[in-house]
């Protein structure tokens, strides 16, 4: 086991890279340092003067250099024969909308593949508002109190291909897919007043929430792990698709699992067979229907059509209503393993 005897410090940020670090190695030497001391070298929010904010843990600081400039200082080392101690403090990590972990606990809670990697105390010895503290995560973010803050609209709403989001100015925190169904029949409300046939005029204003709540409990029972939600306008029709990462239903069932009381040969025990089915017949009271489809990358992907948009300028007024209804916006970001 190598045993330092004289080590350096160093500190590396945008003005200080691995170049320079590599650089300095002759000089370190002549001084007598036998081993480099550096911060870590892990991608860290962006802008850090330190580099102990990590954001992914499985990637090179691209601020810092490239994975071939890093090895160029570690054969600088070795030709000087001195060594490189990295420090690597565990739970030094960016509690941030660039740390694709920490957004999928503040998403998903205790579900999240990424939760044990977090010390939080899901069952805190709360006396007081112990409700609001079971199961959560409590983040002081805000610069006001809540209803002053509600009151001046300082809170957004926000949808992108990632699923919904609050932001509150720079800040921003993914839903609880759970919760997308309280959203949805906003949205869509202005649908039921479009006018039609019987069928949509016959939808009940839970109807959204029993085929949300449906296709995410029938998601997480047989593939458990992250589910996605998604929300699309296709062809002057709302789609809403539901992803699991699971082992998927074979391409020859597929056609079968919305009927009642069918469960394909890889289903496991437990289970009615119901859940697909009454989506079915819900997403019908709207004029519309399902497909299981297989997600990308492997899993289940289920979507739920529901009836076509009013054509724009007509009489169905309604159909930007809809989109308008839930203060939603377009935005974008680059899903991580999971920028609430």
Request: hydrophobic content about 40%.
């Amino acid at each position: 086991m190598r045993v330092p005897v004289a080590t350096y410090r160093i500190q590396f940020h945008l003005g200080f890279r691995f170049s320079d670090a590599r650089d300095l190695v002759p000089y370190l030497d002549a001084l007598g340092i036998t081993d480099l001391y550096a911060s870590p070298r892990f991608k860290a929010r962006k802008g850090s003067s330190h580099g102990y904010d990590i954001a992914d843990p499985w990637r090179i600081n691209s601020e810092l250099g490239t994975a071939e400039e890093f090895e160029e200082l570690a054969q600088r080392l070795q030709h000087y024969q001195m060594g490189l101690l990295l420090d690597i403090v565990p739970n030094h990590m960016a509690a941030s909308s660039e740390n694709p972990w920490w957004l999928d606990v503040l998403e998903n809670g205790r579900a999240s593949a990424y939760a044990h990697y977090f010390d939080i105390d899901w069952k805190p010895s709360a006396r007081k508002a112990a409700d609001l503290q079971e199961n959560r995560v409590l983040l002081a973010v805000l610069g006001d109190v809540y209803g002053k803050v509600l009151e001046n609209q300082e809170l957004a709403l926000k949808f992108d291909d990632t699923g919904f989001w609050v932001c509150y100015y720079e800040q921003k925190w993914p839903l609880d897919p759970k919760s997308y169904a309280l959203i949805l029949e906003h949205w869509l409300a202005a649908l039921r007043a479009v006018e039609g046939d019987g069928a949509t005029a016959q939808a009940e204003p839970g109807d959204v929430d029993q085929i949300l709540d449906n296709l995410l409990d029938n998601a997480i029972t047989y593939a458990p792990g992250p589910v996605v939600v998604r929300v699309e306008r296709r062809d002057r029709r709302v789609v809403l698709a539901v992803e699991d990462r699971g082992p998927g239903i074979p391409a020859e069932e597929r056609g079968r699992a919305t009927e009642r009381f069918y469960r394909g040969r890889g289903a496991p025990p437990g289970g009615s067979g119901l859940g697909l089915a009454i989506v079915r017949e819900l997403a019908e009271r709207w004029g519309g229907g399902v497909e299981v489809l297989e997600a990308p990358g492997g899993g289940t992907r289920v979507e739920v059509s529901l009836r076509p948009l009013p054509e724009p300028g007509g009489t169905g007024g309604p159909g930007v209503g809809a989109e308008q209804g839930a203060g939603t916006e377009r935005g974008g970001r680059d899903p991580g393993p999971a920028d609430p």
